[in-house]
């Protein structure tokens, strides 16, 4: 074999020849064949294969949708309107992209609490765990840029709210948001612009979404019971192992996805949308879209704008932080008793803020989202902190395979992080 | 097993999560609507699952439209060929869109002219312009119909409550001029007039009798049609694609058992 | 209920083990067998999946709805041709002289490239209706306007590639293989045409 080629174990000879000059069929074989994988997943590990699934299910989508669209004031609403009825199957495509944010955004907060509870964001996944926040925050950009687009009464008034948030920056406030106009109102140019990169930023997802399996691949998965594999025996290849769980997990998704799109696509959405945007009439009762009501509620709970935009933003910064803010040496919950129950009032409080946001901002709505606001930022920065020494975990298990296996015992300290023979 | 029950139990609150969020949408607005009157179901044909247009009443509805709400709403997004759908013949289609003048041009001298719409012009619009429909409507502006019942709170049945939730205001409700109570409607004062009298508006030629909640019940099958024309199809092809779907999860399902087996 | 899934694919499972090679392998038959239909269906599914995609770039009913146009003919004197356009491409409409026709006419069909008679291209000999556009790479072929030039045959002539086409609209020399294409009309009276 000549010098340089890379040495190729594959029999197929036009497989080889490929993989001998670039080695991807090697790569995927090592990531997502061989890798060894922690055997003890529950359900819950599902949604990051769902959410990548969902990822190009919206990009294939949304490429035919743009397809039909015009971004431009006169015609945005009607274009989607001729997508609906005179293109083929364009019903279909627009209901699936426009239900599909939702179930991405389901499927991602599933998984990052699928995170918060397992601890996968401690060391040493800090970086992977930062990363897939870097990614929820260009979904969240994207989702909102792409609820805009159909130039409804709801695009218009959201844009011209979420916008206006930056005019609460001291002194460049203003100029920020003219900037981000390109006019002094939310007009053509701000259409234009978000259709360009509501457009770019699903690929800088891409990107990023490879950064996060590449750290993923470094660290390791982490597993519902949050110790390391200590070798062979607690982890299996990915495939068949996990590609066929995955493919279970999917299916059933798709089901769930399916009831959406075809019985109730409008469910999730909100009616004021279908009315062509006005700037000079704002509905009644403006609501972001579903996903974002927690955030909007949190905005609302200060009384005073900068304080309310500063809180917003922060609540999902604090993630960047968390890995260093939890000091418990134990990742999984199901190991800390305490911490356990704080996580599920935290997740109690993020509905709570769900349905406070969806509520005008009077009454019993304020009360409510001024406490779980003040729960959901104690639980990161008071109560994970101190609970780290106060709290005393549960008995951790000797490895993996023991619980599950009865079997197996301590191996040899040099046969942790090897991978796993090809079969 | 603990760590096993424990998944369910986190599967189980994902969907919780969902129930919870499609919870909050559906019972926002009723709790936004304070004062508002609960919107009765008028029951229609194309509600359910598996429900589809009677194509009878879409036609009759499409009757009313034609006679009494054009006057003053458009219905942009429709064409004439569309009609077709509703299952009107070509030669009906091609008669009621040549019944109306649409304008077209410039013709080679520059100038706009007038000629007989044909199927594939949109539903003519009753005023050019918005200033012009606000100017003949004592300021206010019918809205466009073509997507009515998915722009309401309610759809069908709000549209059909309304037609028919017209009465004398009660006791110390003072309407502003050219205002008509209606109970359904938000903030009870509405700027059009009760539309359906219901005496021989509409003739309508399937010998049905024309009273004011037949033709309210008509116009608003007919408008849940214009809005979702996809709807019958959408819902056939959703049924086989759970169906689908379910048998494929049984056999990935029934795959994933075997491959783990060895495991356990 | 996982029990009954699982077992439930076991019947036609077992027939298949049944004359299957090796029967001490059954478990192994019948997980591949099972893949197989899974896979299957898998593939079927992500078809139906991908033809909705496809189907969305082909003509949308709002473009299939203005596939006709009518054309008013009676301002067009003889010798003059007028350019109309019909699914967004131009369509020659020519009130043909006499000398056109006949020299149309005489033609040998032996001759042609793409033999077709007059005849066969006309509904009237004196109006002749086609797609104006070259069947070489698809540029307008020049002709319509008494300055243009015709070509070696009188009638078009495509400055792209140099293809000459007669008062008939038929291909005589040049790279390219066809005649203009008469597309589908009809006379809806003696002095309207509805092309489509």
């Known amino acids: 074999m000549a010098s340089g080629l890379h040495q190729s174990d594959f029999k197929n000879p036009v497989v080889r020849w490929i993989d001998a000059r670039l080695p991807v069929f090697t790569m995927m074989e090592k990531e997502y064949g061989t890798f060894p994988t922690p055997r003890n997943f529950n359900y819950l590990w599902n949604f990051g294969a769902l959410a ?180 062979p025996q607690d982890t299996v290849p990915f495939h068949p192992y996990y ?53 909007y509620a949190i905005l609302r709970a200060v009384p005073n704008k900068l304080g309310g935009v500063v809180l917003m933003f922060s609540s999902i910064l604090i993630l960047f932080v968390l890995p260093w803010l939890d000091t418990s040496p134990v990742r999984s919950m199901r190991f800390r008793p305490i911490a356990r129950i704080a996580l599920l009032l935290w997740t109690v409080a993020f509905f709570v803020l769900m349905w406070c946001g969806s509520q005008p901002p009077e009454g019993i709505a304020v009360v409510l989202a001024r406490i779980g606001t003040a729960y959901y930022f104690a639980y990161f920065l008071v109560i994970l902190p101190l609970l780290g020494w106060f709290e005393r975990p549960l008995p951790l298990p000797e490895s993996i395979a023991r619980p599950v296996l009865r079997g197996g015992g301590p191996l040899p300290a040099g046969a942790t992080s090897k991978p796993m023979e090809k079969a | 097993m603990f760590g096993f029950r424990f998944s369910l139990r986190g599967g189980r ?173 938000p903030g009870h004062q509405i700027a059009m007039a009760p539309p359906l009298s219901g005496e021989g508006q509409v003739e309508y030629t399937d010998g049905t009798k024309a009273t004011v909640e037949q033709m309210a019940h008509d116009v608003a099958t007919f408008l849940a049609w214009a809005s979702e024309p996809e709807m019958e199809v959408r819902k056939a092809l959703g049924v086989r694609m759970v169906l689908f779907l379910t048998i494929l999860g049984c056999l990935a399902y029934a795959v994933k058992r075997k491959v783990w087996a060895d495991l356990h | 209920m996982a029990e009954t899934l699982a077992t439930h694919p076991g019947a036609p499972l077992g027939a298949e083990a049944a004359h299957g090679a090796e029967p001490e392998h059954g478990g192994g038959k019948r997980r591949d067998f099972l893949k197989l239909v899974t896979g299957a269906f898998a593939v079927v599914g992500t078809g139906a999946i991908v033809w909705p995609f496809i189907s969305s770039m082909n003509p949308s009913r709002d473009v299939l709805a203005l596939s006709t146009t009518e054309v008013d003919l009676s301002p067009i004197q003889v010798g003059q041709a007028v350019t109309v356009v019909w699914r967004g491409k131009p369509v020659f409409v020519r009130h043909r002289t006499q000398q056109d026709i006949e020299a149309a006419q005489q033609v040998p069909v032996s001759e042609l490239r793409d033999p077709q008679t007059d005849a066969q291209r006309v509904i009237k000999p004196e109006w002749l209706v086609m797609i104006g556009i070259c069947t070489h790479l698809g540029c307008v072929p020049l002709g319509q306007k008494p300055t243009d030039p015709h070509g070696d045959y009188g009638g078009w002539f495509c400055p792209c590639h140099g293809s000459h086409y007669d008062t008939s609209g038929r291909i005589r020399k040049g790279p390219a293989p066809k005649n203009l294409v008469v597309p589908p009309y009809t006379f809806t009276s003696d002095t309207q045409i509805r092309i489509g």
């Open chain 2, 13 to 185: 609150s994902a969907l919780r999560a969902l129930a919870v969020a499609g919870g909050l949408l559906a019972a926002s607005p009723a709790l936004a609507a304070e004062g508002e009157i609960a919107i009765p179901n008028a029951n229609f044909s194309f509600q359910g699952l598996f429900g589809t247009f009677d194509r009878a009443a879409v036609q009759r509805g499409f009757l009313v439209y034609k006679d009494v709400c054009a006057a003053c709403h458009s219905m942009q997004q429709l064409y004439y060929r569309n009609l077709q759908e509703i299952g009107l013949s070509e030669a009906q289609v091609r008669a009621i869109a040549a019944s109306v003048e649409v304008q077209d041009g410039p013709n080679d001298e520059g100038q706009m002219f007038e000629r007989p719409g044909r199927p594939s012009d949109r539903f003519r619009r009753p005023f050019p312009n918005e200033q012009a429909a606000r100017a003949a409507n004592n300021g206010a502006l019918p809205p466009d119909l073509s997507v009515i019942t998915k722009a309401r709170e309610g759809g069908a049945n709000y549209i059909y409550a309304l037609l028919t939730g017209y009465s004398d205001p009660p006791e110390g409700v003072t309407l502003m001029p050219g205002m008509s109570y209606n109970k359904y409607f």
């Open chain 1, 52 to 231: 990548m699934v969902t990822l190009l299910i919206m990009i294939a989508t949304g490429i035919f949708l743009a397809m039909n669209y015009t971004p431009h004031v006169n015609h945005a609403f009607d274009s989607v309107e001729r997508i609906m009825r005179d293109v083929n199957y364009g019903w279909l495509l627009r209901y699936v992209h426009a239900n599909g944010a939702s179930m991405f955004f389901i499927v991602v907060y599933v998984h990052i609490w699928r995170g918060l509870y397992y601890g996968s964001y401690k060391a040493p996944r800090e970086l992977l765990w930062m990363l897939g926040v870097v990614i929820f925050l260009l979904m969240m950009a994207t989702a909102f840029m792409g609820y805009v687009l159909p130039w409804g009464q709801m695009s218009f008034w959201g844009a011209t709210v979420i916008t206006n948030l930056f005019s609460a920056i001291p002194l460049v406030g203003d100029s920020i948001v003219t900037w981000l106009w390109g006019g002094f109102s939310v007009d053509n140019p701000t259409l234009n612009r978000f259709f360009s990169l509501h457009y770019l930023l699903p690929f800088v997802i891409v990107g990023v979404v490879f950064l996060h399996v590449a750290a993923l691949h470094i660290t390791g998965s982490n597993n519902p019971l949050g110790i390391d594999p200590k070798g």
């Open chain 1, 243 to 295: 590609t066929v769980k995955d493919s279970v997990g999917l299916v059933a998704y798709f089901v769930v996805f399916a009831v959406l799109v075809f019985f109730f696509p409008n469910l999730l959405g909100h009616p004021d949308n279908y009315i062509p945007a006005n700037p000079l009439v704002t509905p009644p009762h403006i609501v972001p879209e579903w996903y974002f009501l927690p955030y």
